[in-house]
C-alpha cells in the first residue's frame, strides 16, 4: 500500500453554551487542525489534534504537516507507523525547531491517521488493532463543571449529569480568584451529587504549591479522586512536594508533549493517574509507549479528550492500563461513530478504523480555511 495524498483541514465547532472557561483559559469554540491520508488500496486516514480554535496557530499545525512533514510520508507505505512515526518525531530540521508543541499536535494528527488507516486495513476498530477486547470503560463528564459556570448552574449542571444522565463521576474546574471560592463550590457540588459519586477538580496549572497544599485538606474532606493539573505543567519538584504533603492523589498530562516528560514525572512520584493526549503527545504511537510506562509503575491511565474521547475511547479499551475516560460533548456531530455514553459507560465502537472519519457534511458545518 502506497500514500497517495496528504491534505490538511481546520475545523473550528461550538462549545457548550458558546463559552467556557478554566482556570487559564476561555474558549468559544474547539480546533480541530487534522489531515485526510489518501491510499493507493482506496483506505482514507483521518487524524486531528485539538486546539483552542485560534485560527493563526491551527495554521502553523496544518502548515507543518504540508511543509515539513507531508514530503516524508508521500509514496509510503502507510502501515509501517511506528517506522514513519520514529523518521518524522527525529526529522532533524524540525527537531531541531522544537520538540513538542506544535510539530508534534501536526505529527499526532499524521500518526493518528496512520493508525486509522491501519486498522481500517485491517476491517477492525483501533482498540482490536491494538490486542484489545471489547470492554466497559467508565465515562466521567466534565462538562458540567466550568469556572464560568455560576454556582448554581454549576450545581444544577452537576445534579442532573448524574440524576438524569446517570454519570457515575463528574469534574469541576478550579482555579477562582480566591481559594474560597473554590471550596464553596467544590462543597456545594459533593452535596449535590451525593458521596458515592467519582468527583475529581482541575485547576488547569495556575495554583502555586501553598494554595494547592492549603487546598489539600478540602479535597479530603470532599472525597476528590485526584487534582488534576494543580501546578504549572513543568514543574516537576513542586509536583512531587505537593504529592507528598497531601492526600489527594495527582493527576496531569494534557500538556506534556513527550514521553520522556512522562518519565520524569513517575520517575519522580509527581502523579498518579497519568492523562496522556494523542492529540498533544504525538500520537498513539508515543500513547502506548506512555501506557506502558504507567502500567509497569502501577499507574492508572485516564487520557485527557483533545480528540473529544474519538480515539481515546479506543485507546481505553485497547490498553489495560485505562478503565475510565473523560467526556465532552462538543465533536459528536463531526464524526461517523460519535463516542456514546449510555449508563455512565462507553458503548464500543464497532466501526474499523480510529474513529476519526469525518461524516462527508463535518467540514461545510465546520470547516475553516
Ligand atoms: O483541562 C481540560 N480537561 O481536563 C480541558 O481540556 C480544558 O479545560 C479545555 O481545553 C478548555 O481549556
Ligand atoms: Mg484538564
Not at 18 to 28: F, K, M, Q, R
Not at 139 to 155: F, I, K, M, P
Not at 217 to 223: Q, R, S, V
Request: glycine content about 8%.
Amino acid at each position: 500500500m502506497k500514500i497517495t495524498a496528504v491534505k490538511t483541514f481546520i475545523m473550528h465547532v461550538p462549545v457548550t453554551r458558546n463559552g467556557v472557561s478554566d482556570s487559564t483559559h476561555n474558549l468559544t469554540h474547539w480546533g480541530a487542525p487534522g489531515v485526510i491520508i489518501e491510499t493507493d488500496a482506496g483506505i482514507t486516514g483521518y487524524g486531528y489534534s485539538g486546539t483552542h480554535a485560534h485560527l493563526p496557530s491551527d495554521r502553523l499545525i496544518t502548515q507543518c504537516i504540508e511543509t515539513c512533514f507531508a514530503d516524508l510520508i508521500m509514496g509510503r507505505n502507510p502501515l509501517e507507523v511506528t517506522a514513519l512515526w520514529r523518521e518524522m518525531e527525529r526529522f532533524p530540521p524540525v527537531q531541531w525547531v522544537g520538540r513538542g508543541g506544535i510539530s508534534h499536535l501536526a505529527l499526532g494528527a499524521i500518526d493518528v491517521a496512520l493508525w486509522d488507516i491501519k486498522s481500517k486495513a485491517s476491517n477492525m476498530p483501533l482498540w482490536q488493532e491494538m490486542g484489545g477486547k471489547a470492554r466497559k470503560i467508565r465515562a466521567y463528564n466534565t462538562d458540567g463543571g466550568w469556572l464560568n459556570w455560576s454556582l448554581e448552574t454549576l450545581v444544577d449542571d452537576c445534579r442532573r449529569l448524574v440524576e438524569k444522565d446517570g454519570y457515575t463521576g463528574v469534574k469541576i474546574k478550579v482555579g477562582s480568584p480566591s481559594l474560597s471560592t473554590d471550596i464553596k463550590r467544590l462543597e456545594a457540588v459533593r452535596k449535590a451529587i451525593g458521596p458515592d459519586v467519582t468527583l475529581a477538580v482541575d485547576a488547569n496549572g495556575l495554583m502555586d504549591l501553598p494554595t494547592a497544599m492549603r487546598f489539600g485538606k478540602y479535597l479530603a474532606d470532599a472525597d476528590v479522586m485526584w487534582f488534576e493539573e494543580p501546578l504549572w505543567y513543568d514543574d516537576v519538584i513542586s509536583h512531587k512536594r505537593l504529592a507528598e504533603s497531601i492526600s489527594t492523589p495527582i493527576a496531569l498530562g494534557e500538556q506534556l508533549y513527550l514521553p520522556h516528560n512522562f518519565a520524569t514525572f513517575f520517575d519522580a512520584g509527581a502523579l498518579h493517574y497519568a492523562q496522556p493526549d494523542v492529540a498533544r503527545l504525538g500520537g498513539i504511537t508515543p500513547w502506548i509507549q506512555v501506557a506502558d510506562m504507567a502500567l509497569n509503575y502501577g499507574l492508572p491511565v485516564v487520557s485527557h479528550v483533545g480528540d473529544m474521547m474519538q480515539t481515546h475511547i479506543h485507546t481505553a479499551i485497547g490498553h489495560p492500563s485505562n478503565n475510565m475516560l473523560e467526556y465532552i460533548p462538543w465533536l459528536r456531530e463531526c464524526f461517523t461513530d460519535p463516542a456514546t455514553v449510555e449508563d455512565g459507560y462507553f458503548l464500543v465502537p464497532q466501526q474499523p478504523g480510529a474513529g476519526t472519519t469525518l461524516r462527508d457534511d463535518a467540514l461545510d458545518r465546520f470547516g475553516v480555511a
